[in-house]
């Protein structure tokens, strides 16, 4: 069984504030790094990390090297990645003294997924493997519906939402990973029960994983609804909580965990992970998750 994650790759510019800056306000930073990033480079990450055999789909713009770099570094094969001459795909980040973020993306060469690369890629996969996806790249209902007529089992983060996300054939999809706000806007409930209830008279197959934050994170499938407490941590940069969530939570459906083990681990590695600064380089391996949540069984 092999995970395909045909996703996005930016390069992060982040910047330390006080607080996030307000209309009309110039503020002064207190930092600035910039860091490899982009959804779909921190689910592999993440992916690998965990344990997983895990190839990176996508496209690689000018000054993105480094983000090739860093996949082939942690063990991601990247030998469906493509390179185009539009400038990489990058997001600027504020970070507050909080730990909270918020983001700006300009797509580039994320946005230049052309339907033969598709076709390509998904040859070399086949049924009962994972696709993971994110909405930060372009052809997503195509790559669903291709990935769909290949018996693949679909793991889709509609994130960020907006209209692509409408023209994707959710019945073709097993998972669908959301945080609460994307959970309202793709439902139309802000209420997670009342969410499962909207999505699954509407699409029966479908299961759905929402993370609440604070509040932990709950998961509803056709057998079984399922509730992990979030851990208690002093949160330093939030920026890949949810993409680690999502990395963890897959490689252990991958690994044949329970519904309850895979939450569980995967909340442990998204709540160390938000300890650290960056995106990508914030994401705990699985040695470094299984200690820490032995200690915290003590």
Not at 65 to 74: P, V
Not at 198 to 223: F, K, M, N, W
Not at 229 to 248: F, I, N, P, R, W
Not at 279 to 289: K, L, Y
């Amino acid at each position: 069984m092999k995970v395909l994650n045909f996703g996005s790759l930016n390069l992060d510019y982040v910047y330390r504030v006080s607080h996030f800056v307000l209309p009309g306000e110039t503020l002064s930073s207190k930092s600035q790094k910039i860091n490899c990033g982009g959804k779909g480079l921190n689910q592999s990450l993440a992916l690998a990390k965990a344990g997983a055999k895990v190839y990176h789909a996508g496209c690689v713009g000018q000054g993105g090297g480094i983000l090739r770099k860093m996949l082939e570094q942690n063990g991601v094969c990247v030998d469906y990645l493509r390179e185009v001459g539009e400038i990489q795909g990058n997001a600027m980040i504020q970070v507050n003294d909080s730990g909270e973020n918020c983001i700006l993306l300009f797509g580039g060469s994320n946005q230049c997924v052309e339907k033969r690369q598709v076709k390509e890629t998904l040859v070399g996969f086949e049924a009962g493997d994972y696709l993971v996806l994110q909405n930060e790249i372009n052809e997503l209902p195509y790559i669903v519906d291709t990935a769909y007529e290949r018996g693949m089992r679909i793991v889709l983060n509609p994130s960020p939402y907006d209209e692509k996300i409408e023209k994707v054939n959710l019945n073709y999809v097993s998972w669908l990973m959301v945080n609460e706000v994307e959970m309202e806007q793709i439902s139309g409930s802000g209420d997670p029960q009342k969410a499962w209830e909207l999505l699954h008279s509407r699409y029966p197959q479908l299961s759905v994983a929402i993370t609440l934050g604070g509040d932990g994170s709950i998961c509803y499938s056709r057998e079984q609804r399922c509730r992990q407490k979030a851990y208690s941590v002093e949160a330093v940069d939030t920026t890949a909580a949810g993409d680690t969530y999502t990395g963890y939570f897959v490689a252990g459906l991958m690994e044949g965990q329970t519904l309850s083990e895979c939450m569980r681990r995967a909340a442990a590695a998204s709540a160390l992970g938000v300890t650290r600064e960056g995106a990508g380089v914030s994401i705990p391996d699985r040695d470094e998750v299984a200690k820490w949540m032995k200690e915290r069984e003590l």
